[in-house]
């Protein structure tokens, strides 16, 4: 018997362009509907690590990924269908402008049947607020753009100037004032973590309080989820122990991977290399990315890790070193002031930040074990004396191109692999 489609409102929150202020929007939505006893289910649109912090951080539960192309449409489908059986609202936040980029937040919607909420930043506007929505509801036939809402208002006249000019059609949801009480801070890879931020709950109830001043209860007619399942996980990593670092160095990590490494059958085990901390005993190791770049020192006097993860390798055993795991892999490391540090010394080469961009955009890399897909995002500029096992490609054609290198079973590249995107393939990078 096919099961019944599942009906849950939801929102696409999106914006013209980046900065607007779709993550402080989402997050004020999301701890408003919390506070006021709904579930709140959030999503990212792309690969996206930093804003999932804050928006978990809001909404009380994991925020996963989701993009077309990294994803699959079945993945998504699989998500959206799962949060919409356990959530009185899903919200899912954009990235960049709403038409921007080769898989958009407009595509994302439209596929989905989503509506969307237009982020729009009011600081320097009146009247013309309104021709901007507007101009974002009609740019697209078919696309739903069901509300809007302000960011950065001087006040109440001022949200009410701007509620006033969005045309009949459009609903007007609600507006946030411009306050650094509640503004999240950023660094160079977007905003800073939420862990990092000892007064996130304040800043986001602060959000909430801002919201509930200017706005609207209204919600759009439930959108229907039609069933959908994940794909199956063989049980190949039964028995095994896999250890993770996870701080504030090592924090970009998906749940979805961590979800197919449990489904898989192995046991996680999380450890901090800031805090000291050794290689627990396990089968496989994994450095995610994060920020090696800023915790130099501390790093580089973990002498037993060093020790312990270089026998590891030296082993045969697996180790998957991603992004800043994988700077922290080479021999050094240096920071964008100049001081330099001894690091792993399991990849033979050097890092240095940059003020510019080293790679930014999708990739996808055809492995022995299979194509996987995932994205690079980074500042730094790494001198690795191997040759790349593969190189990473861009399927829009975009000219970050980022090197896989493979020593025994130690697989380390800038790219941020999504495992869902090929999951027998990123369970074999875990395996002897």
Not at 265 to 284: N, Q, R
Not at 354 to 362: D, K, N, S
């Amino acid at each position: 018997m096919t099961k019944p489609a599942r009906l849950c409102p939801a929102l696409m929150v999106s914006a013209p362009a980046s900065g607007q202020g779709k993550t402080s929007v989402t997050a004020a939505i999301a701890r408003w509907h919390v506070r006021n006893g709904r579930r709140v289910r959030v999503f990212k649109t792309g690969p996206d690590f930093l804003d999932p912090m804050v928006l978990e951080r809001a909404s009380g539960a994991p925020v996963y990924q989701l993009d077309l192309w990294m994803n699959g449409e079945d993945d998504i489908r699989a998500r959206l269908y799962e949060a919409a059986g356990e959530a009185d609202l899903i919200l899912i936040e954009g990235v960049m402008g709403l038409f921007d980029g080769g898989c958009s937040s407009a595509d994302l919607a439209q596929r989905f049947g989503l509506p969307v909420l237009a982020v729009i930043d009011g600081a320097a506007m009146a009247q013309t607020f309104g021709a901007l929505a507007l101009g974002l509801a009609r740019y697209r036939e078919g696309l739903d753009v069901f509300g809007v809402a302000a960011n950065r208002v001087g006040s109440a006249y001022h949200a009410q100037l701007l509620a006033q000019s969005v045309p009949t059609g459009i609903t007007w949801l609600g507006a946030l004032p411009r306050d650094a009480a509640m503004s999240l801070p950023g660094r160079h890879l977007g905003l800073v973590s939420a862990g990092e931020m000892h007064d996130i709950d304040a800043r986001l109830d602060a959000l909430a309080d801002a919201w509930a001043a200017h706005a609207s209860s209204a919600l759009p007619a439930p959108v229907a989820f039609p069933p959908a399942a994940h794909a199956t996980v063989r049980p190949r990593l039964r028995g095994h122990r896999v250890a993770i670092a996870r701080d504030a160095a090592f924090c970009f990590l998906y749940p979805a991977n961590l979800d197919v490494l449990r489904e898989a059958g192995a046991e996680l085990v999380f450890f901090s290399p800031l805090s000291g901390e050794t290689l627990p005993a396990c089968d496989a190791a994994w450095l995610p990315g994060g920020y090696p770049e800023l915790h130099l020192s501390s790093l580089s006097n973990n002498d037993a890790l060093r020790r312990d993860l270089r026998a590891h390798v030296e082993a045969g055993r697996p180790l998957l070193a991603e992004c800043g795991g994988m700077l922290y892999a080479l021999d050094s490391l240096g920071n964008a002031d100049g001081d330099v540090a001894t690091m792993a010394g399991l990849l033979p080469g050097q890092a240095v930040m940059q003020e510019r961009l080293g790679g930014l955009g999708m990739q996808m890399a055809v492995l022995p074990e299979g194509e996987l897909r995932g994205h690079t995002f980074h500042y730094a500029h790494a001198d690795i004396a191997m040759r790349p096992l593969v190189m990473a490609t861009n399927p829009d054609g975009g000219p970050s191109r980022e090197g896989i290198y493979r020593r025994q079973r130690m697989t380390a590249s800038f790219m941020h692999a999504y495992f869902p995107s090929n999951v027998e393939a990123a369970i074999s990078l875990f395996l002897p």
